[in-house]
């Protein structure tokens, strides 16, 4: 898994029937210092994520294993909202303060 | 998943049978801020999209889970064609003026 | 997918039985205007390419879905020759022009 | 696989059901000499590493072949702490000595 | 699959029960002309290969089909050692000769 912010969504209407009420969301993913980084993914929302929240996400085959995304054209989910991220025994990031 | 536009498209007439009747489609990937980058997939062609068109296209073994490809030997696949897009509360793209 | 140049072949007696009598293929990758660049792949034959030709070639278990690799410990397979690849409405490659 | 160090922790409450009560480790990958370089994989922790340990993880749908993450939307795991790791007849890394 | 040279190994002993009894190989890859680049892998060794062998290996789920990685947290896995690779006619490598 990877770590992302909430950063926007999309919106389609002419789609696969299997993907039909799932939420789209864009995610910009964080380097192993907390900055963003050029590269972003689409995935699908698991867990009622919202802007600006920080996230992780997993992609491939694992990305279908939620009830939400099973056996579904989806190769990225957001599984989890960050709520603290320690690095070297320093926090990073803390969801309450952010 | 990420967005890509609809670029062109391959013709391939000596091909494994499961491939048969499929259109494929070439597309170029865009980067987090909806410009194009040299980065370009082909793939199965599962809602009718247009060349022109800014599409959602899955990956790996995601790719499959459409009636289109299942059980094919297909690693990428367009399953949306994206209506809007938008990034930080900003619209970044929105098919109807494009 | 993407597309490919069959550049070589490679020969390996001391292998897994269940890759016995596949040929291997070495495939030096195209980028999106039809360059070559500095990427190779090593992928199971499944259509009879031959030297020169331009391919599709699929990764991942994508590359498990033909008849010939089913079950077998190859993630890269050569799944369709191409005719003719069409970028933007011009013609950058028509393999009986090649 | 690969190999990395274990850096720092993500905690998450609100997460996908499947995912809870796992231990997920923040890694940072080691290149081909050892050095630590600017990528990171937040993975499943299947073996109790701890801070600074090497490990090796492994990704994508090997990353849930362990008891515990089995059927779990989870795309990286440590499956394995580095004892000592040896390249071209040189140690390198020797975990009683770090 | 790609190429690559057996460079060293890796011991483990404190790690999930299902990779017991496997040996791991660092693996240093090849480029598209035999050049080894800044890139490793450890993987399985399916076919008993030794230090300074040219391997394939394969990655994903596709490592996991050979009898010794089924069912594994694996993700990569050699499964044939080069005994001659070919580039436009040329011979790039020959085991014998190595």
Request: charged fraction near 25%; include cysteine; charge should be negative.
């Amino acid at each position: 898994m990877r770590i992302a912010e909430v950063v926007g969504s999309v919106v389609a209407t002419q789609k696969d029937a299997r993907l039909a009420a799932l939420k789209l969301l864009v995610l910009r993913v964080r380097d192993h210092e907390n900055r963003p980084i050029d590269e972003y993914v689409v995935a699908v929302d698991a867990v009622s994520a919202g802007p600006g929240d920080l996230v992780l996400f997993a992609t491939g085959s694992s990305a279908r294993q939620t009830e939400l995304t099973d056996g579904k054209p989806c190769d990225a989910v957001v599984m989890a909202v960050v709520d603290s991220w320690d690095l070297g025994g320093t926090n990073v990031y803390e969801k309450w303060k952010a």
